[in-house]
């Protein structure tokens, strides 16, 4: 199962504002650790471990890559997105290295590119469960056309 990390970022983070990343979260930096952060930073887009890989060094392996996403997962320096049956993680707001206040705004995956992004202003609303019930997480994914492929759409349509 591929991982996809969802990143938007307020600025580019330096090299050694990354290690000060990893020191708040009690986390070693590692070279590895340091490479996939800063390349989500810096393709502030979704990127599954399939897409993640070509950009890494050589140095990296699939199960090294696997274990640094599942550590920033427990560590909550991301979260997970749904995708109808892949797991995709995001950055988490909590984490100070995004502009979201959290995670539980709504996720939207285009069917046409396949990118699916944080719509960080658009919260999922409130469900009311019955007694017994206990909550843990929730996620909800809009399927649909992006800005970029719906302004396409459009266009073609108008020729």
């Known amino acids: 199962m591929d991982a996809v990390l969802v990143v938007k970022l307020s600025s580019f983070m330096k090299p050694t504002q990354l290690s000060g990343v990893f020191k708040d979260y009690q986390l070693r930096s590692t070279p590895v650790r340091e490479e996939i952060l800063e390349i989500l930073i810096r393709k502030e887009m979704a990127l599954s471990l399939a897409d993640l890989k070509p950009h890494l060094s050589g140095a990296s392996d699939r199960a090294t890559v696997y274990r640094t996403l ?4 427990d560590k909550g320096i991301i979260h997970r997105v749904p995708d109808g049956g ?9 984490s100070g290295l995004s502009t ?8 939207f995956k285009c069917a046409q590119c396949g990118l699916t992004r944080c719509l960080e202003g ?9 007694e017994g019930y206990a909550p843990r ?9 992006c800005q970029t ?3 396409a759409v459009t266009t073609l349509a108008a020729v």
């Open 149 to 151: 492929c719906s302004r």
């Open 122 to 130: 658009v919260r999922i609303p409130e469900v009311r469960l019955p």
């Open 86 to 94: 892949n797991t995709k993680y995001a950055v988490s707001g909590r």
């Open 100 to 107: 979201r206040d959290g995670h539980e705004h709504v996720h």
């Open 70 to 73: 599942k550590t920033f997962l």
């Open 137 to 145: 997480e929730a996620n909800l994914l809009v399927e649909g056309l």
